[in-house]
């Protein structure tokens, strides 16, 4: 019964340090980068404990929301019924959530369960015979959701919480709420839903801090040996091949592995997450632009290699802190690159920063001869007009758009119609996460200029990646 509506708030405790992408596409969470994050990393060590305990919650949470809905409308309480409605509504939406794998509406439904916790420690008013217990559930949905949104998100990080607090507290000492009593339930119940509400949510709460200490203790480690990758030479950059529609390899993205000393060569999932939590990003990402600009340079005599370009993956916090453009005017002068082999790629939730100084960093580097791309388009949140006001002169569609359309004529069609939109805007379009044959045959009849994804190769070491070139 309300003893259960608190297995939610665990869900809330993931999102914002996860998700990630090949380099330094992780970064402090901005508003609406968490299910971002946790699209582009759904089998990093974190988010298969988030999407496990999300799953776990929202079944639980429909599978009660259904009984007592049923219970109640049987008794003709349909106040009570509606709620566990709502109830049910929030597993569906956390099921949908998990499959997805995308967290992003995190923020809406946590507020959907502080709502409905509220409503029914408002219902559940103290009496004689049973106190109120509803609103011990305020506790594990604050820890929860600290654990989730991080203090990047400076509302859902911190005033979130707050606001859990204070109606516990407000709760833990109000008297009778002045509800009619006819809208409580039975005593009986009460007292059986009470009794379950304290052994819940205590339960609750430490398994929360037990899964949160946990994961804090495994990464304690990593993160000291993260520290100093890169001054120990430890990081690896590797490529994916980009190819045109003749199948010609043109480019390629300039990827990280972390080659540990004891635990081998780790993909980004196992510590671009970790390096975004500790602030090390930033130095990561100005690592991976210079590795790939003295490989740009390394390549320039070689009749092949000099036409290919790289590409690398820029953050929001390399945007939005400090002088970015001042970082790459320098990186290209040390090592002497050709900035227009270079390409620089952000996702659309880096434009949930401050617009005006991503855009005036990008037309600032773009004015050195280095184009930007628009990676993972069409999952964010930005208008068309903020998109053309950018310095874009590529966007890359998400893998998604490209496996929806491989599925159903409604995803070709919307397939097609992004293709349509970066055609208008000049722009060169570059489909992801191509696997077979026939997903090129089908983009290629779109009229898509450029491919990427396994079918033509993983990422590669360099070595690997040369060998390409005969």
Same mark, same amino acid.
């Given at each position: ?81 509606a ?40 219902i559940?008013?103290p009496? #004689?015979?049973?106190?109120r217990?509803?609103?011990? /559930?305020?506790? $594990? ?7 989730? *949104? %991080? +203090? ?13 607090l ?32 304290v ?18 203790m495994?990464?304690?480690?990593l ?5 100093? #990758? ?6 690896r950059? /590797?490529?994916? $091949?980009q ?6 390899? *043109? %480019? +390629? ?33 100005n ?7 003295r ?12 036409r ?14 400090g ?25 659309e939730?880096?434009?949930?920063n ?15 001869g ?21 310095p ?68 590669l ?10």
């Amino acid at each position: 019964m309300l003893h259960n509506l608190g297995v939610l708030a665990g869900l809330f405790g993931w999102s914002a340090s996860l998700g990630g992408w090949e380099m330094v596409k992780v970064q402090p969470a901005a508003p609406g980068q968490d299910g971002w994050l946790l699209r582009k990393f759904p089998n990093s060590d974190k988010a298969v404990k988030v999407f496990k305990i999300v799953r776990v919650s929202g079944i639980n949470c429909l599978l009660l929301g259904c009984v007592w809905c049923a219970y109640y409308a049987f008794m003709g309480r349909y106040e009570l019924s509606a709620l566990f409605v709502a109830l049910s509504a929030i597993g569906l939406a956390c099921i949908r959530m998990v499959r997805q794998a995308d967290l992003r509406r995190g923020p809406v439904v946590a507020h959907g369960l502080f709502l409905i916790v509220t409503l029914m420690a408002l219902i559940d008013s103290p009496s #004689a015979e049973v106190p109120r217990s509803v609103h011990l /559930f305020f506790l $594990p949905l604050a820890v929860g959701s600290s654990f989730v *949104f %991080g +203090a990047e998100r400076r509302y859902m990080g911190n005033g979130f919480q707050v606001l859990c607090l204070l109606a516990f507290g407000w709760f833990a000492f109000a008297g009778p709420s002045g509800v009619d009593p006819a809208l409580s339930p039975p005593a009986s119940v009460r007292q059986v839903g009470a009794a379950a509400n304290v052994a819940t949510a205590t339960a609750l709460l430490g398994t929360i801090l037990g899964i949160y200490r946990k994961d804090l203790m495994s990464r304690i480690p990593l993160a000291k040996d993260l520290g100093m #990758a890169i001054s120990d030479n430890q990081l690896r950059v /590797f490529y994916q $091949p980009q190819v045109n529609a003749d199948g010609q390899i *043109f %480019g +390629a993205e300039a990827l990280v592995r972390w080659q540990h000393p004891e635990r081998g060569l780790l993909t980004p999932e196992k510590f671009i997450p970790l390096a975004e939590e500790t602030g090390l990003i930033d130095d990561l990402g100005n690592w991976m632009l210079a590795e790939s600009c003295r490989q740009l340079k390394a390549w320039e005599n070689d009749p092949q290699l000099s036409r290919v370009r790289i590409s690398v993956n820029v953050s929001a916090h390399q945007l939005s802190g400090g002088d970015f453009n001042a970082v790459v005017r320098e990186t290209l002068a040390q090592t002497g690159a050709n900035p227009q082999r270079l390409m620089l790629e952000l996702t659309e939730s880096a434009l949930a920063n401050d617009l005006g100084t991503v855009r005036s960093t990008m037309e600032n580097i773009r004015s050195q001869g280095v184009e930007w791309a628009l990676d993972d388009f069409g999952t964010g949140f930005s208008s068309l007009s903020v998109l053309r006001s950018l310095p874009l002169s590529k966007i890359k569609i998400d893998k998604q758009f490209v496996h929806d359309a491989s599925r159903s004529e409604s995803g070709k069609q919307l397939l097609v119609k992004i293709l349509e939109i970066a055609s208008v805007m000049q722009m060169t379009a570059l489909a992801e996460g191509i696997e077979d044959e026939a997903q090129r045959a089908m983009l290629r009849g779109m009229g898509c200029p450029q491919f990427q994804g396994y079918l033509f190769g993983r990422p590669l070491s360099l070595h690997q990646f040369e060998t390409l070139f005969g």
